[in-house]
């Protein structure tokens, strides 16, 4: 998406053309300027692309989280780094561009998002599932392993209801992502806000089926569960990441604790009333883990009447207060940078635990995932959802989640195996 905005932001007199790699592997084309951005995984792979446009004297800009919050090393690989948002900036360098003067790093400000575009999305690859949509940026929650407050700022910056709205209605796809880190979001101006884009889905008659992120507050409101499961809402992904009190305070997790451990089950309960999935997202690999409590949290996401499960492992991305602890703690395993930047996917561990080995922390995460992804186990988690949302569409998304997160431990496990073997 972010690509597909900074096309909408360039001038109409230039020809762009978006490269995916989830679909098509790079091959060198000549361009007058080409753009890249990246998570902390990918970077390293956007490096090599910018090295091969700057051995041909091609200048080359990158932006996006990782480029923003480790801009030094960014400028190493490309000519120009953008740092933040860069709807403020990207005219400048543009500008700049044009007139044979850019520079090597320009500041993006936050704006409010009534300033961004549409973004292209006649420029995406046709082959994706979903659509996506955002509808704010920002987030007052500032959660120990996450690098959104640091990149979006703290304070939510809505788009107006309209423009979400077309945008949703372009999309040529029938499923559709709020990519919004937290839909709901924390006040009754936000949850009037998410009332009314429901409500104009519905004049419309738009039928999309969608899901989205929402913190646990969303049960505390059924009209907009009401008229979010009307307008095709089928899945809700919640950042529930553990059920022990003393890891969401050290994961600074306040809503979670606010709505308190002995209330998530009722939040669960809450969410299938209207006919929607729960996707429940969990951390292993917390400072106060051992094997007992992964076994226990394993154990919990079994029981409950969590629909889909995400069970990924802790990993400090830089722009954290968790990666700037544990680097200066000389707990990264992997710190040959950029190189091993590729190793921070959430499926590996690369830290030293505090109470025990990582190889024990690894060995425990692998038996969880079996347990967790078992195939006979999906299918009851399937049959469950179907009991409790009354809804075969948000059972089958739920079910299909499960099957994403199985393919991706179980290749894991695979790609270890033949590593090995070689």
Known sequence: MSLAIIAALTPDNWDIELLDEN???????????????????????????????????????????????MPQEAKKFANTVVIGEAESVWKDVITDFENNRLKE???????????????????????????????????????????????????????????????????????????DDNFIGYSKKSTERVKDICKEIIRRGIK????????????????????????????IFLGIESELIDQLESANKKMNIKIGIDNFSKVYDK?????????GAFIYGLDTDTPETIENRTKYIIDSDIDAMQATILTPLPGTPLFDRMLAEGRLIYNDFPKDWSRYDFVEV??????????????SIDKAWKMLYDNKRLKRKFINALKSTRNPVSASWSYNSNLHYHNIVFEKQSNKINFEDT
């Not at 995984?41 to 692309?49: K, M, P």
């Not at 992120?213 to 089928?234: F, P, T």
């Not at 830290?351 to 060995?363: D, H, I, R």
Request: proline share 5%.
């Open 23 to 69: 679909f098509d592997r790079f091959q060198y084309k000549v361009a007058d300027l080409v753009g890249l951005t990246a998570l902390t995984s990918q970077v390293t792979r956007a490096y090599e692309i910018a090295q091969i446009y700057k051995k041909k004297n091609i200048p080359t800009v990158i932006g996006g989280i990782h480029a923003s919050v």
């Open 105 to 179: 790093i320009y500041n993006g400000n936050l704006q409010p998002m009534v300033n961004s575009p549409q973004p292209r999305i006649d420029l995406y690859n046709p082959g994706y599932a979903f659509g996506s949509v955002q509808t704010t940026r920002g987030c007052p929650m500032s959660c120990d392993f996450c690098s959104v407050h640091t990149f979006n700022g703290k304070q939510y910056r809505p788009r107006e209801v309209v423009d979400v709205v077309d945008e949703f209605e372009k999309i040529p796809q029938d499923k559709v992502y709020f990519v």
């Open 208 to 235: 999309k089926d969608w899901f989205c992120a929402a913190s646990m507050n969303i049960a505390d409101h059924d009209e907009v569960l009401q008229l979010a499961a009307e307008a095709g809402c089928r899945m």
């Open 271 to 279: 969410i299938h009333k209207y006919g929607i999935a729960v996707l």
């Open 350 to 363: 690369v830290f030293n635990p505090k109470l025990m080995s990582a190889e024990v922390l690894t060995s």
